[in-house]
């Protein structure tokens, strides 16, 4: 057996709320065959699996009384490059961000706008992740997961992941799932998505007129890097609570009320809202209670000032989703995962 599983291990270095709970049994997969072994282990002690990547997307509420499977599979490689498209496949244990600046450095674009996310490519299409304009669904080119029901191999086309906004076929199917690699269309030719937020300005102000895609990628870290807390700093999973999608009536009437309310209108006729506008305007921006906190730049991601417990942070976010859901009739909904 080449798997190696501990007993009782902190999982605080494996989640980037940076909360310590303990995982009955931890093992890292480096290998297809290891996940089948850890599969087979978590079956013969009747436990259940519960794979991980980052962590960056996870709140621990208690023990996990599972074997945790943290994916550490290595692996990047070109397919086919036709001098113009490139089909690129990385392991699900890549992690994101390094993964971007390789297609960067080789000259492929598409990915740019996602720089700086964290986790790892594995868990890129479970929420489908997004910034800036951009989501992984607008390069997604095939994905080849393990059916944990059956033991088989099944390859998903774009169509068969049913990604939407922060969502997925696998975030539905929980459990099923295991994603052993992702393959991404990229381009020699860059259509650069610069029509977002700040993006445009940062790259003005940096006097840079014919933008590349790495001229793209560095506007969009040096953003983020001022407005998002380091996890390694300060404990957190990023957006707390996705955006909601509102009524267009329930928009306007907020819109009276509120002439300042961030809200932008969808292909399909909804508004979307921005959660951290709204969480701000309730007052809850710099809010912390014990070591449990609304980070003080934005109050879109809730933080871990160190002895946090994911009980603490989850009820701190429904204090928020109950004052939101009475202050403007609108319902949050969590983002990470819990467990
Ligand atoms: P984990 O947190 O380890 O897991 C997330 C979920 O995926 C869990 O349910 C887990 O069981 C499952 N999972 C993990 N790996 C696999 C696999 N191989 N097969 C099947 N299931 C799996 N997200 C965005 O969309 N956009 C952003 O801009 C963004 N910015 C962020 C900024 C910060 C500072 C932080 C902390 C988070 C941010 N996130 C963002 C959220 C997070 O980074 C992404 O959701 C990321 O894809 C999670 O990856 P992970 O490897 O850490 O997943
Ligand atoms: P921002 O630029 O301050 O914008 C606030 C919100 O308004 C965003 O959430 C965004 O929604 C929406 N928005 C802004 N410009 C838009 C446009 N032109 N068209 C449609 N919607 C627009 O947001 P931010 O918090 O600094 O984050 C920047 C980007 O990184 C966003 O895309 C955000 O989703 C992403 N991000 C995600 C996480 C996470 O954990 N999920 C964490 C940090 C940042 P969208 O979120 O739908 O884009």
Redesign the pocket.
Known sequence: MSLDVQPQVSLKAFNSFGIDVRAQLFAEAHSDADVREALAYAAAQQLPLLVIGGGS?LLLTQDIAALVLRMATRGIRVLHDDGQQVLVEAEAGEAWHPFVLWTLEQGFSGLENLSLIPGTVGAAPMQN?????VEIKDVFAGLTALDRQTGELRDFSLQECNFA??DSLFKHEVGRWLILRVRFALNRVAHLKL????VQQRLAEQGITQATPSDVSRAICS??SE??PDPAVLGN???FFK?PLVSQVLAAQLQLQYPDL?A?PQADGQV?L????LIDKAGWKGFRDGDAGVHRL?A??LVNYGAATGLEISSLAQRIQRDIAERFQVDLEM?PNRY
């Open positions: 997307n992740i997004g910034a800036y304009g906004y922060r029509g977002y937020g700040p953003i983020r407005k998002l999973a990023g957006s955006n961030v932008y979307k921005a959660a951290g506008w934005q879109l991601v983002e």
